[in-house]
């Protein structure tokens, strides 16, 4: 079956950086797009980034842009999301996703989750 697991979560300092990791099993990586989410208590999942399944398109939230870059290893199942200049406000669980089709915002659309990971940013 389809396994997405995240790791590199952590806690670390208002304006310093962090990567988590999403490694993917059980499919034909390079032929899906993937997103990474987020979801703060009490507040809805929101899109944070996407890739295309061959990393030549990349989407960002407004929020994020210019601060993370997603990235994907196809050889290595692996998608990643660099996080420099981190605030407190992005604190949040930070989960992957898996979709066949072409890149979206819309979480809907994305059929295959990781358990997330944790990322908080103190201030």
């Known amino acids: 079956q389809v396994q997405l697991v995240e790791s590199g979560g952590g806690l670390v300092q208002t304006g310093g950086s962090l990567r988590v990791s999403c490694a993917a099993s059980?499919?034909?990586?390079?032929?899906?797009?993937m997103g990474w989410f987020r979801q703060a208590p009490g507040k809805e999942r929101d899109f944070v980034a996407a890739?295309?399944?061959?990393?030549?398109?990349?989407y960002y939230a407004d929020s994020v842009k210019g601060r993370f870059t997603i990235s994907r290893d196809n050889a290595k199942n692996t998608v990643y999301l660099q996080m420099n200049s981190l605030k407190p406000e992005d604190t949040a669980v930070y989960y992957c996703?898996?979709?066949?089709?072409?890149?979206?915002?819309?979480?809907?659309?994305?059929?295959?989750w990781g358990q997330g990971t944790q990322v908080t940013v103190s201030s």
């Open positions: 059980g499919l034909t990586f390079s032929s899906y797009t």
């Open positions: 996703a898996a979709e066949p089709g072409s890149p979206g915002r819309w979480a809907g659309q994305y059929g295959f």
């Open positions: 890739i295309s399944w061959s990393g030549g398109d990349t």
